[in-house]
């Protein structure tokens, strides 16, 4: 794109826009997204001490990323956004991820590279209304409305948590209620804040675990696991891609 003075590209996304409302970029055009490349710039976000320690260096990089007119990370879905650390990563580096693997079966520390180009995303997205919601029907009988879970929702999660957690002096113990209080529109007809509160406070653990495997519906994200096989013994570890400085930022050291 001639009207930035950076390197762009435009990379797909696994929702390919279908779980965002009526009318949002990403549901205009298919679920594609402008980014810039890693610059300099980027580089001085990476190496703030202060946002590392605050651990909000992500955040501020994804806020630099992510130029495309209307959309901010903060809207995407939490695996949009992993796409787009994804492709930063494999634009700034390249596909190969070194990564060091400790086997459990023998002790021995192995280097292994990860092909970043080879993760999968699901093949087909389910299409939410025209509100970005999706409808469904618990086996026990309840008439369930959801939406997606964003960054943004993620982080207001995160902060309330925080919050809870220094008054009482402890963990809250309340992250699967605070994200089905986010994702959850309505039940049998119940949309009022207060009383759809209390529903999911006391839902039953089968439609709790129901009404979270269809938000993973419309929450397609990247398979971020991986398999690795010891040159040892030949035991093989699967595990998951953790993504962090030393992923974004190879040269940090830490």
């Not at 797909?12 to 679920?31: A, C, F, I, M």
């Not at 982080?155 to 925080?162: A, G, H, V």
């Not at 400085?245 to 940090?252: A, E, K, Q, R, V």
Request: proline share 4%; charged share 25%; net charge negative.
């Amino acid at each position: 794109m001639t009207d930035f003075m950076f390197p762009t590209e435009v990379i797909q996304l696994p929702s390919q826009g279908k779980v965002y409302p009526e009318g949002h970029p990403l549901r205009e055009n298919g679920g594609k997204l402008d980014v810039k490349y890693m610059t300099a710039k980027e580089e001085d976000i990476l190496t703030n001490t202060n946002l590392i320690q605050s651990g909000t260096v992500v955040d501020k990089l994804l806020d630099s990323l992510v130029i495309h007119k209307g959309v901010k990370h903060v809207d995407l879905t939490t695996g949009d956004v992993n796409a787009v650390l994804m492709a930063s990563r494999v634009l700034a580096y390249g596909k190969d991820y070194p990564i060091e693997v400790l086997c459990i079966s023998c002790g021995t520390n192995g280097q292994h590279t990860i092909d970043l180009s080879q993760l999968q995303v699901p093949d087909e997205v389910i299409d939410t209304d025209e509100k970005g919601h999706h409808s469904f029907v618990t086996e026990t009988g309840l008439n369930v409305t959801i939406k997606m879970l964003t960054r943004g929702d993620e982080m207001q999660i995160e902060k309330n948590n925080q919050v809870l957690d220094k008054k009482l002096g402890i963990g809250s113990g309340n992250e699967v209620t605070s994200r089905l209080k986010k994702i959850i529109v309505s039940i049998n007809g119940v949309a009022e804040k207060n009383q759809l509160s209390k529903i999911i406070d006391n839902l039953i653990i089968k439609d709790s675990k129901f009404i979270r495997s269809e938000f993973e519906k419309i929450n397609p994200s990247i398979d971020m696991t991986s398999e690795t096989t010891c040159e040892q013994c030949g035991h093989v570890t699967k595990g998951g891609i953790p993504i962090g400085i030393n992923f974004l930022w190879p040269d940090s050291g830490l």
